[in-house]
């Protein structure tokens, strides 16, 4: 099975609790993982590949040089440079490789993934599961760059979770099509490198189950509990994460501490989460604007009602 990872030195620890959940759940045959990345060290590699070789998979460090990205590519807090480096597989893979499942280090494996990673693409260039928000709902951006497909009833896919058809793709693209494309739009991408493959590939994708992308915060608020989620293939903790302090916590980042209590970086991770929790101000910022803003809407109805009573009085 080959499966492609991309990571910067900071999420090192994040990749290693992601491969912990992989491997741990996925013996039936021996894994190639091909490691995305620009700054890594020997002894970064050598964490990661030790705990491949200890489930009897490989480690492929495949180097990519940034300065073949365009400057104007947009990134964000979430979203880093090295999120690009997956458009280098067509160029950075074996040629002989036929498939590879893209995986983001924000996700936790939880089953084996035999059946997602041979799924049939059925003439497609990818197999992937839907985005949280298919059709652009609640990004005006996407909705106006992707009318003409939504009119067509394409659904927008995330890319956090998908196989290759490298046989097919090597055919009609490379990571320059990619930049052009990028171009034409003015790097104006509202989500990155997602919003390229879509625009590039839209049509011609084979959509998996849901359970091999479960969005932890999003079926979170809709009230799913941490047994729901076991039963996911995969969970992607998309936007905020459990290792970050800032923001809110829901109880399905329980699974991914659960998977990092079984690394080496597990104390570390704590004691950097704690450290933040302790000083971290997001929350208590959030709460007194709350509180400033229902003073106000208490001030603006008091006001609403006494004028409401003068102009009754009047009436009468």
Request: charged fraction near 30%; aromatic fraction near 14%; hydrophobic fraction near 40%.
């Amino acid at each position: 099975m080959n499966i492609a990872i991309s990571i910067n030195k900071k999420y090192v620890p994040i990749a290693y609790v992601m491969m912990e959940s992989l491997f741990k759940n996925n013996t039936r045959e021996p894994i190639d993982l091909y490691l995305l990345h620009s700054e890594l060290e020997e002894d970064d590699l050598h964490s990661l590949r030790k705990l491949a070789e200890d489930y009897g998979n490989s480690l492929v460090p495949l180097y990519v040089d940034r300065e073949i990205f365009p400057k104007d590519l947009p990134t964000s807090k979430l979203i880093s440079i090295e999120s690009y480096y997956r458009l280098a597989l067509l160029k950075l893979l074996p040629c002989d490789m036929e498939r590879i499942l893209y995986l983001d280090v924000d996700i936790i494996v939880q089953c084996d993934l035999s059946d997602l990673y041979y799924a049939d693409f059925k003439g497609n260039h990818f197999v992937a599961c839907d985005d949280a928000d298919p059709y652009g709902k609640n990004f005006p951006t996407r909705k106006e760059m992707f009318r003409e497909p939504f009119e067509k009833g394409y659904r927008y896919f995330n890319a956090g979770v998908l196989v290759w058809n490298l046989l097919l793709l090597r055919k009609y693209y490379t990571i320059e099509d990619y930049f052009e494309l990028a171009e034409r739009y003015d790097f104006k991408l509202e989500t990155h490198d997602q919003d390229l493959l879509n625009l590039m590939h839209w049509g011609n994708i084979t959509y998996a189950d849901e359970r091999y992308n479960y969005f932890a915060r999003i079926r979170s608020n809709a009230g799913d509990s941490i047994e729901d989620a076991r039963k996911a293939a995969i969970i992607h903790y998309l936007s905020q994460k459990p290792w970050d302090a800032d923001g809110y916590h829901f109880p399905i980042e329980k699974i991914w501490w659960e998977y990092a209590k079984e690394t080496p970086y597990y104390n570390d991770l704590l004691e950097n989460f704690l450290e933040k929790t302790l000083t971290d101000q997001t929350l208590f910022l959030h709460a007194s604007e709350l509180h400033r803003t229902n003073i106000e809407l208490q001030n603006n109805l008091k006001e609403s009602f006494e004028l409401n009573k003068k102009l009754f009085g009047m009436i009468s």
